[in-house]
């Protein structure tokens, strides 16, 4: 008597305990992951830290083109840069600095928080997002800040990033 090869053959594919491991496994990984990747918090806090750097940047810059101090003012939302210390003559931003509004049409966070001023160099921080420590600083016409110590400024939210500005060169760096 023989037997066909093809009668005893296994049935190839997964098993339904198999499907249903997969799929929740699948469930729980989009579950963490997904916030993740739709969250704007992250991203948010990420280009108000640069954002900042480069303004503090762009100061230093200005005092040494103009040979002027000028004045650096970090608040809890906000960091502007000013020709005095007590920030009522304002430094102009450059001719490519937006600020008047998001994409969507509503207000940006940087002209709230900078008092809608278009014609004021300043990083407004956006919702969920601060900066710390508040200080207010100078530099010199020789790009010198007047800190008695470097300086290092924490952008907080989703994500927390900070940056130093050197007391001796004024150097500005993560």
Same mark, same amino acid.
């Given at each position: ?16 305990p198999?499907?249903? %491991? &997969?799929?929740? &496994? ?6 963490? /992951? /997904? *916030? ?13 830290h640069?954002?900042?750097q480069? &303004? +503090?940047?762009?100061a230093q810059?200005?005092?040494?083109a103009? #040979?002027?101090?000028?004045y650096?003012d970090?608040?809890? $939302?906000?960091?502007? %840069?000013?020709y ?6 304002? +430094? *102009?931003?450059?001719l490519d ?6 994409p969507?049409?509503s207000a $940006? *966070?940087?002209? +709230? ?15 969920g997002?601060?900066?710390s420590?508040g200080a207010?600083?100078?530099? $010199?016409?020789l790009g010198?800040p007047?800190?008695?110590? /470097?300086?290092?400024?924490? %952008?907080?939210?989703?994500?927390t990033?900070?940056f130093?500005?050197? #007391? ?6 993560p």
């Open positions: 008597m023989t037997t066909s090869p093809n009668l005893h053959a296994r049935a190839s594919g997964f098993t339904i198999e499907l249903v %491991v &997969v799929i929740v &496994v699948i469930g729980v990984i989009a579950a963490v /992951a /997904a *916030p993740r990747f739709i969250g704007q918090g992250g991203f948010d806090a990420r280009a108000f640069d954002q900042s480069a &303004v +503090v940047r762009h810059k200005v005092a040494i103009q #040979r002027r101090d000028v650096v970090i608040a809890a $939302n906000r960091i502007g %840069v000013c005095d210390a007590a920030c009522t003559i304002r +430094v *102009p931003p450059p600095y937006l600020q008047a509004t998001t969507g049409g $940006n *966070p940087t002209a +709230v928080n900078c008092a809608n001023d278009a014609n004021w160099l300043c990083a407004g921080a956006p919702a997002v601060s900066v420590p207010n600083f100078s530099f $010199n016409g010198r007047s800190l008695g110590a /470097a300086l290092t400024v924490t %952008v907080s939210g989703e994500l990033r900070s130093t500005i050197e #007391r001796e060169t004024g150097y500005v760096h």
